[in-house]
């Protein structure tokens, strides 16, 4: 009887397995196959071309790519700024939140949850209409106040997506991290009170140290989002091309060698190790903040 209920909960999950199954680990797999070979062409070209097995060259030429670890040095020193900025704003909204009754907080959580709605790439849109000198409000009020910013020059690109992600992520992290908030006891709170804390210490001392763990969900995250960030600079590409080329996220490398370049072995290869990348980085994210979470 046991045995049958148990093969009963494990037929809802074959759906979910055929799906990891067919949608990543095949793909991954082909792409590690394709990273083993590399494309050559016979006489002049017009002989064809033949894949020929090279081992781990691929890999050792991706190392030793400076454009591609130059765009992956580039993408964690700009998430080592942005992504703190944004789970900082998200906590201080969620506390916020937590501190105003349930019907208002749900009021403000949907309006909060907007921006994530809209697609990137229509946000994206939205942000280059708004930053342009052209027909966006912002650098005439901005020359109105004494600034003369140009939000794409070299200076202010990063800037500007920075904040294009901010806006656009922080209603996900903050309904993650106001729903960890909605689990501590309301008890510790009134205890809290009772022995004259404030409401700033009862954030500091009880609310925060509970929402360690969203925290670091929100931030394992918004790392493996970053480094695989792609639509927002191809647009801003467009209109700045001399301050966004296409080397400047790895994503868009890897895009540029597999549909521009025609290397799909190489690009394989790429996406290889921009995930080894993402996963060290993200184990190491999760092993150094889990020690505090405990």
């Not at 409000?137 to 690109?157: A, D, I, R, Y």
């Not at 008890?187 to 509970?210: H, N, Q, T, Y």
């Not at 695989?228 to 296409?246: C, G, H, K, S, W």
Request: net charge neutral; glycine share 8%.
């Amino acid at each position: 009887m046991i045995r049958s209920q148990r093969w009963k909960g494990a037929a809802f999950t074959v759906p979910f397995q055929l799906g990891f199954v067919f949608l990543y680990l095949l793909p991954i797999g082909y792409a590690v196959y394709q990273s083993l070979y590399h494309e050559q062409q016979s006489g002049l070209g017009l002989g064809g071309a033949t894949e020929k097995f090279v081992g781990l060259d691929n890999y050792k030429e991706g190392l030793t790519d400076s454009a591609f670890m130059g765009s992956v040095l580039r993408v964690v020193l700009f998430a080592c700024v942005q992504i703190p900025v944004m789970l900082l704003i998200s906590l201080v909204l969620a506390l916020l939140l937590d501190a105003v009754t349930s019907k208002v907080a749900g009021r403000f959580r949907i309006l909060l949850l907007v921006p994530y709605m809209i697609p990137g790439v229509v946000a994206a849109l939205v942000w280059i209409n708004l930053y342009s000198p052209d027909v966006g409000p912002l650098t005439p009020l901005g020359e109105f106040f004494g600034f003369h910013w140009n939000f794409f020059s070299p200076s202010m690109v990063w800037p500007s997506i920075g904040n294009l992600l901010t806006w656009h992520g922080i209603g996900y992290n903050m309904v993650i991290i106001y729903s960890a908030l909605q689990g501590v006891p309301r008890e510790l709170f009134e205890a809290a009170r009772l022995d004259g804390a404030s409401e700033w210490r009862i954030a500091r001392s009880i609310k925060v140290p509970f929402v360690r763990g969203a925290l670091v969900l929100t931030g394992m995250l918004s790392i493996i989002q970053m480094l695989q960030i792609f639509n927002e600079p191809a647009l801003f590409r467009n209109i700045t091309p001399q301050t966004v080329d296409d080397s400047f996220t790895p994503i868009m490398i890897i895009y540029n060698q597999a549909f521009n370049a025609g290397n799909y072995h190489y690009a394989a290869t790429l996406s290889v190790l921009l995930a080894l990348i993402l996963g060290v980085g993200s184990f190491l994210f999760y092993r150094l903040t889990s020690r505090e979470v405990d």
